[in-house]
């Protein structure tokens, strides 16, 4: 069974920092690649950044671009997002989701976690 599992969320000061990990089982790791998406209320969810854990390819949304860092620990079957110079406007439900790199950037991927909770005060 895929076992996707957050952490790291919470509360910070617009320009502070946080660093979520997700934690992932029930399938070999270089198979999938691992996204993060977040939803904000009322709003419709949103791809932040990918990774494929075979060959290291990542993607960035435009507006986290040189704020968020996504990484791979394969040792640990876990990536990781860390997140720079946090603006209120990143405030949301932060999941991460596997499945085939083309799946995590064009559709809908099969696998998602639970979500961690970001707020970023002003």
């Known amino acids: 069974e895929v076992q996707l599992v957050e952490s790291g969320g919470g509360l910070v000061q617009a320009g502070g920092s946080l660093r979520l990990s997700c934690a992932a089982s029930g399938f070999t790791f270089d198979d999938y690649a691992i996204g993060w998406f977040r939803q904000a209320p009322g709003k419709e969810r949103e791809g932040v950044s990918c990774?494929?854990?075979?060959?290291?390819?990542?993607y960035y949304a435009d507006s986290v671009k040189g704020r968020f860092t996504i990484s791979s620990d394969n040792a640990k079957n876990t990536v990781y997002l860390q997140m720079n110079s946090l603006k209120p406007e990143d405030t949301a439900v932060y999941y991460c989701a596997a499945d085939e790199m083309d799946k995590l950037l064009y559709y809908t991927p099969n696998y998602w976690g639970q979500g961690t909770q970001v707020t970023v005060s002003s």
């Open positions: 990774i494929s854990s075979s060959d290291g390819r990542t």
